[in-house]
Structures are given as structure tokens and as C-alpha cells.
């Protein structure tokens, strides 16, 4: 079965954005593709250059920092991307802060410990949506299902498994945060890194940002 490779994440984003908007069916409010798995090779080369995009390695450096702290808190966040005031619940936090969901029952620390243990381990794999708190996910569900970790040739691979995936917002800033998270982890296991395999079971692009995009494109 053929898949996929990209060297780095621009090169996966200008292909997708090309591929949704030629092949995507409309679905709700979106261009819509479905099951799309993708590797990239290069996973810290994870700027997102594409000038249309005009992507902002600033905010997602603070998103970043936001799941280091493991504070669910959209108040400082929401400061920058007031969208997350939209998926705070009555106490202000947000189910998809996914430091504080791998902070939980210490996930990340069970991660290293199992691929020290046992560095062929298939256990080794943190739980972001869990269908059993689906009553908790009233203002957010989170887009992310599991981050799995596994050592092969002596390299740290990692997959990551999204239930629901925007193009635009989602990918660019995710697999920032996300191949941050796989250097994170190699560095305490102190190998290198590998590859960054990434799986959307709806990968999709908002009609309103694509109207917006042929909008300054035209203007």
C-alpha cells in the first residue's frame, strides 16, 4: 500500500489544501476528505512558509507553552485566539488543552517509563478524546483521539490519531505542538527522532476560510 511522505509539514499542508478544495465533498460547512494518513519525515521542520497561510510561529509557540503548563485556563490563551473563550466551560477551562490531558494520570511520564522499560513496547500511547466523558464535552471535544510512541531503529516514531481535523487552524497549530511533543519525549529517552505518521478521519477545510483566502487572493 503506497502512503503518503512529506519532507515537512508546509509541504503536507499546501498538498492537502489543494487536494480538499479539488476532491473534498461538501459536508456541513466544509470541504470535506476522509481517512487521510500522511507521513512526514522531517518532523521539526514544522513552520508552516506557505505565503497565503501567513502562519504565526508566535501564537503557536504560545499554545504551545499553554499545554507545558498543563492549565486547562483559557484566560491567557483566549487573549491571543479569543476563539478559545467559545470552548471554555462554566470555569473557564477547555477540554482540549492537551498538556493538561496528558498531564492526567500522568500519561507523558507512563509514556517514557514503558519505552525505557521495554523500547518495543506497543503501549506506549497517550488518550486525548475518551468517548466515557463525552458529558464533559458540552463547550469542547477535543479534535485529538490518541498520540502513539514507538521506537524503531533505535528513532522515536510517533502517530497521531484525529477524530476531526481543520486544515487551516487545526494542522498548522497541532502539528507544531505535536512534533514539539515527540522531541520532548525523544530527548528524555535521549534517541533521535523519526517519523511523525498523522491520521484524520475527517480532514477539512471551513467554506468561510476558503472564501476569505480567494477574497485577498483577488483583491
Excluded at 25 to 30: F, K, N, Q, V
Excluded at 53 to 75: F, H, Q, T
Excluded at 115 to 142: C, F, M, W
Amino acid at each position: 500500500m503506497q502512503v503518503l511522505k512529506f519532507y515537512c509539514a508546509n509541504e503536507a499542508f499546501e498538498y492537502y489544501w489543494k487536494e480538499i478544495l479539488k476532491y473534498g465533498i461538501d459536508y456541513r460547512d466544509t470541504r470535506t476528505l476522509f481517512n487521510q494518513g500522511f507521513y512526514i519525515t522531517n518532523p521539526l521542520n514544522n513552520a508552516i512558509t506557505a505565503s497565503f497561510r501567513n502562519w504565526k510561529i508566535n501564537y503557536a509557540m504560545r499554545e504551545w507553552n499553554w499545554y507545558l503548563s498543563g492549565n486547562p485556563s483559557v484566560k491567557d490563551i483566549a487573549k491571543y485566539a479569543p476563539i478559545w473563550e467559545n470552548h471554555a466551560d462554566r470555569y473557564g477551562n477547555a477540554r482540549s488543552n492537551y498538556g493538561w490531558q496528558w498531564q492526567r494520570n500522568d500519561q507523558l511520564g507512563y509514556i517514557v517509563n514503558e519505552l525505557t522499560r521495554d523500547e518495543h513496547s506497543r503501549r506506549a500511547l497517550i488518550t486525548i478524546y475518551d468517548g466515557k466523558e463525552h458529558s464533559t464535552y458540552q463547550a469542547d471535544t477535543p479534535c485529538t483521539q490518541n498520540i502513539h510512541f514507538y521506537i524503531v531503529n533505535n528513532e522515536l516514531n510517533m502517530t497521531v490519531t484525529m477524530r476531526s481535523n481543520d486544515l487551516w487552524f487545526g494542522f498548522c497549530n497541532d502539528q507544531y505542538c505535536f512534533s514539539n511533543l515527540q522531541e520532548l519525549v525523544a530527548n528524555a529517552l535521549q534517541i533521535p527522532i523519526g517519523t511523525y505518521f498523522h491520521f484524520a478521519q475527517n480532514l477539512h477545510i471551513y467554506n468561510e476560510i476558503h472564501s476569505k483566502t480567494v477574497s485577498s487572493k483577488n483583491s
